[in-house]
């Protein structure tokens, strides 16, 4: 009896202690599926797992374009006064600063922030870049679009135009100042992708720099009977060494959302924040901003790929002219290469391939420097670079005239012909 007694109790253990494995297994495995995707495809992707707390991030090298690190990078998303950077490099392309900007009454009538202008006032349109780049005044991107376009409407049918044309995949404008707003076309947004392929080209402008770095700005309207003072508040401007420029925005819909350029030692890096918190969370931006740039600054550095000394066989040229007047000689093409630097910006961790586009044979008649072949160097799926191989003399066409010239030569046998 005592036997069965203790048979009985260790087997109701055993079926307990399964029991529980098996709830700790279940959970474990619920934990992983629910909790840690993120981490998942942070892995198969390459990517760190930084934590942030934008739900749209992007850190892209703004030289080439690459993508160095997103999260939910190419989600459409509200984006503010980001949008402004955008309302800033088509007036310097557009406009001439020296032009006065009258106000109209839709222009004076934008909710705050705003410079505070009145129907009918005049300003230089210098000094509204200003307005809208430090203050990010509403009015004065209002006053800045009509100026340029006459309307609104037309104003964002060439920010439109613009990002398309700097490879913008999801974005849509309907103001000039970011705030929301949504049409039969739309909702007013981009990603952050587009947002920092946009920030990478605003920054090749110098007078775009010259005004977002500016700390503080005077001005008055043009009868010099109203003052004004504009004040920088892009706090990552102090924050980092090498930073370049920058625009925040904020909306019910965005959030916080921020956009800005940093170079250090050849190497030049935008991040594009999207829906980074909200009130009363306005520093998020700046400690995101801060961790993917230090990301990029600790992980990225410009290497030289450039494959130094390839050399490759000379090529037959078919229907080629025989050369010296030998009629059963092959006539073959040297191949030449410039060699020349190729700075990629890359990780230790990651590996640059080579495609060679050589040919066979070449079909005469062939230019000496012309191109022939490629060498095509990818990092990842994305081509970097594309090196011309290209021929290293002429060679003519075989042509009937030859063959006639040919017998003559044989036929008076000039001295140093030789047939073979």
């Not at 850190?59 to 190419?74: C, I, P, Q, W």
């Not at 720099?209 to 706090?235: D, M, P, W």
Request: charged share 20%; glycine share 6%.
């Amino acid at each position: 009896m005592r036997r069965w007694m203790l048979h009985s109790i260790k087997n109701v253990y055993d079926d307990r202690r399964k029991a529980g494995l098996a709830a700790f297994v279940l959970l474990f495995s619920l934990f992983i599926s629910l909790c840690l995707p993120g981490l998942a495809q942070a892995a198969e992707e390459g990517q760190p797992n930084i934590t942030l707390y934008a739900r749209s991030a992007v850190l892209m090298d703004a030289k080439s374009g690459r993508v160095l690190y997103e999260k939910n990078g190419y989600e459409h998303m509200p984006n503010a006064s980001t949008t402004k950077i955008m309302t800033c490099i088509l007036t310097l392309e557009l406009g001439n600063l020296e032009d006065e900007v009258s106000v109209s009454s839709y222009a004076a009538s934008m909710p705050k922030v705003r410079l505070g202008m009145r129907t009918d006032d005049r300003f230089y349109l210098r000094d509204l870049l200003y307005s809208l780049m430090l203050e990010s005044h509403n009015d004065s991107a209002v006053a800045i679009a009509e100026h340029i376009a006459g309307s609104v409407e037309e104003f964002a049918k060439k920010m439109n135009q613009k990002a398309a044309e700097l490879g913008c995949e999801d974005t849509y404008f309907i103001t000039p100042n970011g705030l929301d707003a949504q049409n039969e076309g739309g909702v007013h947004g981009t990603t952050a992708q587009d947002l920092a392929k946009i920030m990478s080209y605003c920054i090749k402008n110098e007078q775009f720099l010259e005004i977002t770095r500016t700390q503080n700005h005077q001005f008055t309207n043009v009868a010099g009977t109203k003052s004004y003072n504009c004040n920088n508040h892009n706090a990552f401007l102090q924050m980092m060494d090498g930073a370049l420029s920058g625009k925040t925005g904020f909306t019910g819909n965005a959030g916080y959302c921020y956009v800005g350029a940093l170079e250090r030692e050849g190497r030049t890096f935008v991040v594009a924040l999207l829906a980074c918190g909200w009130p009363n969370n306005k520093s998020y931006k700046w400690a995101d901003t801060t961790s993917l740039m230090n990301y990029g600054l600790e992980q990225y550095q410009n290497t030289d790929v450039y494959e130094y000394g390839r050399e490759f066989s000379p090529v037959m040229a078919v229907d080629a002219e025989p050369e010296n007047g030998r009629l059963y000689q092959n006539v073959t093409v040297p191949l030449r290469v410039e060699e020349k630097e190729l700075i990629v910006l890359k990780r230790a961790d990651e590996e640059v391939r080579t495609i060679y586009d050589i040919p066979e044979q070449l079909s005469a008649p062939v230019e000496k420097g012309q191109q022939v072949g490629s060498i095509q160097y990818y990092l990842g799926e994305r081509q970097i670079a594309e090196i011309p191989v290209c021929a290293g003399k002429s060679v003519r066409k075989l042509e009937p005239s030859w063959y006639q010239n040919f017998l003559l030569k044989l036929f008076f046998m000039e001295k140093n012909f030789y047939f073979l």
